[in-house]
């Protein structure tokens, strides 16, 4: 059974930091592209980082970049969001996911038929 668990949300002030982490279970964590997106109240689902499988090479989305950190543990089968100088923005929901990238450039809708987390809020007070 592929699981992937989301921990490490919460309320923090706005410049604060915190890190998610994904615990994934299931499939070969190291021979998937991982990725992090989040959604907002009332608006849709947005890439946050992607990470690809065959050498982690990373990319955000362009706001972000320079703030958030994507991260792969393959010994612990665990990928990570570090969020820097939060902003109430950045309010959320925050879902970790995993997908098989196969042979072409790495995007944000080669998950979309992967695998998903439940999901972890992150909440930034101004």
Sequence with gaps: EVQLVESGGGLVQAGGSLR?????????FDAY?????????GKGREGVAAMSS?????????P???????SADNARNTMYL????????????????????GSGPLSWSVFDSGFWGQGTQVTVSS
């Design 54 to 62: 065959y050498d982690r090479y990373s990319f955000y989305a362009d």
């Design 64 to 70: 972000l970049r320079g703030r958030f950190t994507i």
């Design 82 to 101: 570090q969020m820097n100088s939060l902003k109430p923005d950045d309010t959320a929901v925050y879902y970790c996911a995993a997908a098989d990238e």
């Design 20 to 28: 998610l982490s994904c615990a994934t279970s299931g499939f070969s």
């Design 33 to 41: 592209a991982i990725a992090w997106f989040r959604q907002a109240p």
